[in-house]
């Protein structure tokens, strides 16, 4: 093997002495990038750049690469290729799980030219641990499921850190709370049974520190205590009781009503009780008052009926209502809605059976995969015998179960409304979590579902921006050239980033209002423009932004710093550049880049540079908005 590299090394040296004399009359360069130079064990490095002569690309050239350890000079990796016919050149490096830590030197020979760029292996992240304990396994119908655990990282433990926690029945979620550990790195919750529990087996997963733990346990019906009054008793006791059909009880916040229509749909009705709410809105000191409207039943449809007046006084509390349905949970801020006195609002929601939902589905497109129910929700308003479609003053905030078994990569999530009048769905948006749920704005009521996007463009396999572009292109912030082109390599404008921009964050207009000359009339930048600008994200020169002018990479991430600052003002930006460019970049965009490079947004081009600069390309683009999404905890 070191004869081997011995006789790489030897051709290339008589390759480069050979070239010397034909150099003589052409000037020759070699460009070199690295997909990211920060890497750990098990991950891989495209290394890709262009060959050229007299400025020109330099087609049909050898390139050679070679890599070793810095260290002990040791060789991980030799390549030989020729560039294309633009004279670019590209390789990718699969580091091994076992491979050794430090700096490693990446040699690029060609035209008599050694380029050197560097990157560092560093030590994958510590693991976390997460315990969860449960007081019993098994359980009787109305007991109470006591959950507790521990959260530990790097052996120690870990305090107020957010938990998730989740009970699953039958593959559905019946019980959802997030909570915090305590000091001591501890959490606990209890689930309240209800006596009509559906007996079984049950799941409990917990999330927090980036990993979940599971535990089961079962219900069984409580055994019966004997006699005949005492089946007379128990009933009055659980405050229900059975009427033609009707099963009605008492709850905490009014009657629920469950019954089944001519269909076998089962149906479930809660009256709220506004005597009942209003002692839990004078108890409670949350920011919301939570209306339980879980039936225990799998119902079909459920309704929530209640008074317009406790509606409004929850408002004058500052509370948002917080309604939870078996797999739904809606949050109603009571000024969105335009009510009038003495009347009764109703809220719905209906689950389609699958035979409907079908009928609806049966159109779909290929990389569309539905991975929930469909849910059509209504909210009117009620007065003596009119009936009216509420309209809300602002978006209401729904989050959606959905099957976490289907989806193969749940950042490819979205949610989608059927547009009754095309019969078509129609994007929403909405921010997937790992947890089996999804939340969106809602700007009205119609059927909605969750969905997965998988599109892969024939001219995209770059192992650096595939996850990003697929991602972005799922959640429909970005766009290809045609139906199978996305031209990764394209040079990106100024108008087309701060596009990107707006409607991955899903910016709206400030009430600071910006021209510019060079951007008026219908072009189809100019409403993007001006919303970035009346946010301070975009600025131009004299007057004018240079729309069409070719983005360099310091404006990218002073956009995108000025994007995040807009969004999370108290974060910490600290900044500090230690690229051996630095002096060339410029000082309005000094900070910036510093900022975007701590925060994993930007990375260097090799040889510790930033090339500020240089122009760049839509997959650095879909990269860069992909990392910003990631920092933002929008992904």
Known sequence: MKKFFSVILILTVLFVSAFSSIAASSQYE????????????????????????????????????????EEDKSKVFVKELMT???????????????????????????????KIVHFTVEKNKPTSELILELDKTKYYSGDTVKISG??????????????????????QIKFVKELMTDSEGKFSVEYKTMPEQ??????????????????????????????????????SSS????????????????KLTIEKDKNGNILA?????????????????????????TSGKDADRVAINMDSEIVVEIGKKGRVIEIDIDQVKVEIEPEALRLEENSKISFEVRKLKKEEANQYLKELNVRYLPVSNIFDFKLVQIKGEKETKLIFKKPLIITINYNKDKVKNYKKLGVYYLNEST?????????????????????????????????????????????????????????????KHYAPYANITRAQFAKLLVYALDLEKGENEVTFTDVKGNVWYKDSVETAASLGIVKGYNGCFNPNGEITREQMATMIVRAMKYLNPDADYSSQLSFMDKEEISNWAKEAVGIAYNKGIVNGVGENKFAPKDTANRAQAAVMIYRLLEVLNRM
Do not use: C
């Not at 405050?239 to 009014?254: D, R």
């Not at 749920?437 to 024939?458: C, L, P, R």
């Open 150 to 171: 521990v959260a530990y990282k790097e052996g120690a433990i870990v305090s107020y850190t957010p938990i998730i926690i989740k009970i699953f029945y039958d593959d």
């Open 30 to 69: 070699i460009e070199v990038n690295l997909s990211q130079d920060k890497l750990l064990p098990g991950s891989e490095v495209e290394i890709f750049g262009k060959v050229k002569e007299n400025g020109n690309g330099y087609s049909n050239t050898p390139v050679t690469i070679v890599i070793e350890r």
């Open 239 to 254: 405050g229900a009781s059975k009427n033609k059909g009707k099963e009605v009880k008492e709850t905490e916040q009014g």
């Open 269 to 293: 009705t809660f009256e709220i009780d506004n005597r009942k709410l209003m002692k839990q809105l004078e108890k409670d000191n949350q920011n919301k008052l939570i209306i339980n409207a």
């Open 84 to 114: 294309d016919s633009n004279g670019d050149f590209r390789t990718v490096f699969k580091l091994n799980k076992d491979i050794a830590y430090g700096k490693y030197d990446i040699y690029i020979s060609s035209v008599g030219i050694v």
């Open 423 to 483: 019969k078509t769905w129609e994007y929403v948006g909405g921010l997937p979590s790992q947890n089996g749920t999804i939340t969106f704005k809602a700007g009205h009521f119609s059927k909605y579902t969750v969905m997965e996007y998988n599109k892969v463009f024939a001219d995209v396999d770059i192992p650096w921006a595939n996850e990003a572009v697929e991602v972005l292109t799922a959640r429909h912030i970005i766009d290809g050239v045609d139906d």
């Open 198 to 235: 559906a007996t079984g087996v049950y799941k409990v997963q917990a999330e927090a520190l980036g990993i979940t733990v599971e535990k089961t346990f079962n219900i069984a019906k409580k055994p019966s205590t004997g006699g005949g009054g005492g089946g007379g008793g128990g009933s």
